[in-house]
C-alpha cells in the first residue's frame, strides 16, 4: 500500500526555523512529482514546493520562494522542506503529496493532480 507520511511540525515564533520530513513507501522514488503543500483554517490547500524526484526543476511558490527549501534523499525515499524566517501567515497543515510521472521536467503546484496524500503536520508560528 503507498503511503506518505510527514513529520517535523510543531510551534515557533515568527523568524524560527522548522524542517518537515515526508517518508514514502513508493515503488520507484525517482518517478514521481511530489511536493509540500499547505492549508491554513479557512482557506484552500495550497501548492508551495514540488520537485520531479528523478531531477528536475523545483518549483516554488511566491509565498515561500527564498525562504523555504525543498529538498530529497532518494536513497531514503524522502522530500524534506526547510522551512527558515518563518512568519505567522505561515501557520498551517502541511502536507506531502505525489504523483507518479515517468518523465522529468518541473511539476505543478495545483493540488488537484495530485492522488497520494500524507495525513499532514501542523505548523504554528506565533508573533
Known amino acids: 500500500q503507498v503511503h506518505l507520511v510527514e513529520s517535523g511540525g510543531g510551534s515557533v515564533q515568527a523568524g524560527g526555523s522548522l524542517t518537515l520530513s515526508c517518508t514514502a513507501s513508493?515503488?520507484?522514488?525517482?518517478?514521481?512529482?511530489m511536493g509540500w503543500f499547505r492549508q491554513a483554517a479557512g482557506k484552500e490547500r495550497e501548492g508551495i514546493a514540488t520537485?520531479?524526484?528523478?531531477?528536475?526543476?523545483?518549483t516554488y511558490s511566491a509565498s515561500v520562494a527564498g525562504r523555504f527549501t525543498l529538498s530529497q534523499n532518494n536513497a531514503k525515499n524522502t522530500l524534506y522542506l526547510q522551512m527558515n524566517s518563518l512568519k505567522p501567515e505561515d501557520t498551517a497543515m502541511y502536507y506531502c503529496?505525489?504523483?507518479?510521472?515517468?518523465?522529468?521536467?518541473?511539476?505543478?503546484?495545483?493540488?488537484?493532480?495530485?492522488?497520494?496524500w500524507g495525513q499532514g503536520t501542523q505548523v504554528t508560528v506565533s508573533s
Open positions: 503529496a505525489a504523483l507518479s510521472r515517468t518523465y522529468g521536467g518541473s511539476c505543478t503546484l495545483r493540488t488537484g493532480p495530485y492522488n497520494i
Open positions: 520537485v520531479y524526484t528523478g531531477g528536475g526543476t523545483t
Open positions: 513508493l515503488n520507484t522514488f525517482s518517478r514521481y512529482c
